[in-house]
């Protein structure tokens, strides 16, 4: 039997990113998909502007904005299918985009998540902040992707066409199965935005299931449409939700002592940051360790890490990326991988 695929794009806002975007999507993907609009609470014209030029749409209202993570929590509750596709308003998919994902994990049950290659709409040969290839993680937490090694963005030469194993899937464009989904209770409510779907990756794997990038399927993504770089709330919930996702996917034995190296690593980029001048920064990253003692007191027994667990983790970096990128000049993930020291 073909599996049903449910095309869900979470909106905020963002009636222009419907308008440009939701065309493309509309035109390529096949018959059978469904395609849901779930919308966050929005103050603007987005949901009359469905209605009128989409009248067959689902829309899925929601009576408040429960963020990214809690937001598709409570559409996908209400969406049966056998895959879900998790698609940002700001992504521009093309022709074909959906049946080279599918039949990848079609052909493998034990791929949970998947996603497609993430390029630049503004730069449309460059991949794209946002998980560009596949998304990898360092011993410390650091995530960093295949062909986006922190702010360089390498240009796609096709050096990242073979469909791997990777650490996460972008939430930006993330397939997943989703039996898997609602097993996993699927995207952390707490985290509200950022991280969440790194977090859902790691306990992918964690209940042994793998996550893959197919680069067959390619889309264009925009990126900081709801909270741009730089802005203290998005750098607040980064560093808040990594050090949370650290505590809860870490063997207790290490995250003991990771984290707090974090924290020195954290306020050293912090300080930085203040003598810059960019005091947000230095605000938003004390906000976010504070923020993190406060959830660690009342979660201490919050750990998943299943006892015993040998299998070692796709898409795991053993070394440290900011070493590699701020000490020895490595800018690119294969240089970064491939290296010894």
């Not at 408040?64 to 559409?75: L, M, P």
């Not at 699927?186 to 964690?206: M, P, S, T, V």
């Not at 954290?266 to 906000?287: N, P, Q, T």
Request: proline share 6%; charged share 20%; glycine share 8%.
């Amino acid at each position: 039997m073909t599996p049903t695929t449910a095309i869900v794009i979470l909106n905020f806002n963002g009636r222009k990113f419907l308008e440009q975007f939701l065309p493309f999507v509309t035109a390529n993907t096949c018959p059978g998909a469904e395609i849901v609009v779930a919308d966050n609470a929005s103050t603007d014209d987005s949901i009359p502007f469905l209605q009128a030029h989409y009248p067959g749409l689902r829309i899925i209202a929601m009576d408040k904005n429960r963020g990214f993570a809690g937001g598709y929590n409570e559409a996908l509750r209400q969406v049966k299918s056998d895959y879900y596709v998790l698609l940002n308003s700001d992504v521009e998919v093309t022709p074909g985009w959906l049946q080279p994902v599918i039949r990848l994990m079609e052909a493998d049950p034990a791929i949970g998540a998947c996603q497609p290659k993430i390029r630049m709409y503004a730069d449309r040969d460059s991949f794209e902040y946002a998980g560009a290839a596949g998304g990898w993680l360092d011993h410390l937490g650091y995530p960093f992707a295949r062909g986006r090694v922190f702010d360089v963005c390498e240009r796609d030469t096709g050096q990242y066409d073979k469909p791997e194993p990777i650490f996460w899937a972008s939430g930006a464009a993330m397939f997943i199965r989703a039996r898997l989904y609602h097993e996993l209770r699927g995207l952390e409510d707490f985290f509200f935005a950022h991280q969440e779907e790194i977090d859902l990756c790691w306990r992918l794997q964690l209940a042994g299931y793998k996550i893959y990038s197919c680069p067959q399927s390619v889309v264009y993504h925009v990126g900081g449409g709801t909270l741009p770089k730089g802005n203290e709330r998005k750098v607040f919930l980064n560093f808040r939700n990594n050090l949370i996702m650290m505590a809860k996917c870490l063997p207790p034995e290490q995250w003991l002592w990771k984290i707090p190296l974090r924290f020195l690593l954290d306020s050293i980029s912090a300080w930085k940051s203040l003598f810059a001048g960019e005091a947000v920064y230095f605000w938003a990253i004390l906000e976010a360790h504070l923020a993190f003692f406060k959830w660690l007191a009342i979660n201490r027994k919050k750990s998943i890490f299943p006892p015993n667990r040998r299998a070692p983790l796709q898409g795991w970096y053993s070394g440290s990326v900011v070493w590699q990128y701020f000490v020895r000049g490595k800018k690119t993930f294969t240089e970064i991988v491939k290296s010894k020291g």
